[in-house]
């Protein structure tokens, strides 16, 4: 029995897959091929593009069904072919000026989240130090000032001004930042500018 190569399209006329269909047992002159096929065969698409029957020829056009693509009002992933106020884009073709494939800058921190993330840098920067004399951390620095050990009571007074700068630094640059002059520093600026220790010998 002969067959006939047809080519699938699917609900946009896209080019889905080539398959071969066999001629009717009856009617070996005509070959059972689906409805939204045809038998004309498309040209190579290059990736990110895909073939397109317009009902008289192929064309090819730029692909972004599989995209992820953003609505540039409102910063939001779009769903290809979802209705946005009145307009739609099913993802094939050029991507209309309403959309993007850029994402969205992150939004800013809120107060809380500025706060905290100060604190728990400022506090780790505290800490570590300690540690660096073998302290459980800054409160346990601090808790030996007025030893009767001399290098006790010596390294609490430098961990005390040490925690007193390191705080008043931390303050200061959050106060900066909410009054807006200043970007938002980054971990790594703000260990290169907050102060350090100065232990004694």
């Not at 739609?88 to 991507?95: A, K, M, R, T």
């Not at 400022?122 to 660096?132: E, F, N, P």
């Not at 200043?182 to 790594?188: G, H, K, L």
């Amino acid at each position: 029995m002969s067959t006939k190569t047809y080519h699938q399209l699917d609900a946009y006329g896209c080019y889905v897959f080539s398959a071969e269909a066999r001629a009717f047992p009856d009617d070996p002159e005509n070959y059972n091929i689906p409805g939204d096929a045809i038998t004309i065969a498309p040209p190579i698409a290059s990736s990110g593009s895909v073939a397109r029957w317009t009902g008289s020829a192929w064309e090819i056009v730029a692909d972004h069904r599989r995209d992820t693509l953003y609505r540039i009002a409102s910063g939001q992933t779009y769903s290809i072919g979802a209705d946005a106020e009145g307009q739609s884009y099913n993802g094939l073709g050029p991507i209309p000026e309403w959309l993007s494939e850029t994402p969205p800058p992150p939004a800013p921190p809120t107060l809380e989240q500025l706060q905290k993330q100060f604190t728990d840098l400022m506090q780790g920067h505290l800490d570590s130090t300690a540690q660096q004399r073998g302290y459980d951390g800054i409160l346990s620095l601090c808790s030996y000032y007025g030893s009767q050990n001399p290098q006790f009571n010596a390294e609490a007074i430098a961990g005390l001004a040490f925690r007193d700068a390191v705080w008043v630094y931390g303050n200061q640059v959050l106060a900066d930042v909410l009054a807006e002059q200043r970007e938002i520093p980054t971990p790594d600026e703000l260990m290169s500018e907050v102060p350090q220790i100065n232990w004694p010998t």
